[in-house]
Structure formats: structure tokens, C-alpha cells
Nanobody, 121 residues
Framework: QVQLVESGGGLVQAAGSLRLSCAAS????????MGWFRQAPGKEREFVAS????????YYADSVKGRFTISRDNTKKTVYLQMNSLKPEDTAVYYC??????????????WGQGTQVTVSS
């Protein structure tokens, strides 16, 4: 079992930055692929980024490539999402997830409660 708690969301102006954190509990954090997804009002949940258990393999959605960076610290059982050059279309609830990994939500077994990110124009 893994429990995930996101933090770091908030209101930011366009072109600004935020760093999201996801703290995990459980002994097997380092064996999971960690992912970030987001869901905007009226839209389906979409993949943002994922990172393998070693921290080497990283994947990004085209919409965030070059602006967002995913990282993890297995000693702290935490995964991060550094978001730069934010745009109003990045506004969404951001979710952290743990699992086998993929760009589909079906590849993840555990989910956090989400943190709101709002980007004003």
C-alpha cells in the first residue's frame, strides 16, 4: 500500500513557476513508477509526466515538454514537479500517482487527493 499527499499548488500569474511535491508513505516507494496527471474542469484526466524508479527514465506530455521537470528523491519518498513558464491552460487539479507506469491512468494503482493549480492571465 502507498498513500500519496500532494502539496504546492496555488494561484500564479502566467509565466510564473510552481513546484508541486508528492509525499508517499509505505516501504516500497522506490519500486514504483511515479506519475503526475491533471484534470481541468469539464475535461478528462490527462498525463503530464512520469519518472522511473531510478529517476533516469522520464516522460512528458508534449504540452509541458521543456517547461515542466519531474524528479524524485527515494530517500525522502517524494516526487516533485517543477513547473516553469506556466500558462492559463495549465490550470487544473494535479494528481500524483504510483504504479507500473504508462501514459494512461490505468497504469497507476495509487492516487493522491490532488492539488489545485490556477494560472491567471
Amino acid at each position: 500500500q502507498v498513500q500519496l499527499v500532494e502539496s504546492g499548488g496555488g494561484l500564479v500569474q502566467a509565466a510564473g513557476s510552481l513546484r508541486l511535491s508528492c509525499a508517499a508513505s509505505g516501504r516500497t516507494f522506490s519500486s514504483y513508477v511515479m506519475g503526475w496527471f491533471r484534470q481541468a474542469p469539464g475535461k478528462e484526466r490527462e498525463f503530464v509526466a512520469s519518472i522511473g524508479w531510478t529517476g533516469i527514465n522520464k516522460y512528458y506530455a508534449d504540452s509541458v515538454k521543456g517547461r515542466f521537470t519531474i524528479s524524485r528523491d527515494n530517500t525522502k519518498k517524494t516526487v516533485y514537479l517543477q513547473m516553469n513558464s506556466l500558462k492559463p491552460e495549465d490550470t487544473a487539479v494535479y494528481y500524483c500517482a504510483a504504479g507500473r507506469g504508462s501514459q494512461s491512468s490505468q497504469g497507476y494503482d495509487y492516487w493522491g487527493q490532488g492539488t489545485q493549480v490556477t494560472v491567471s492571465s
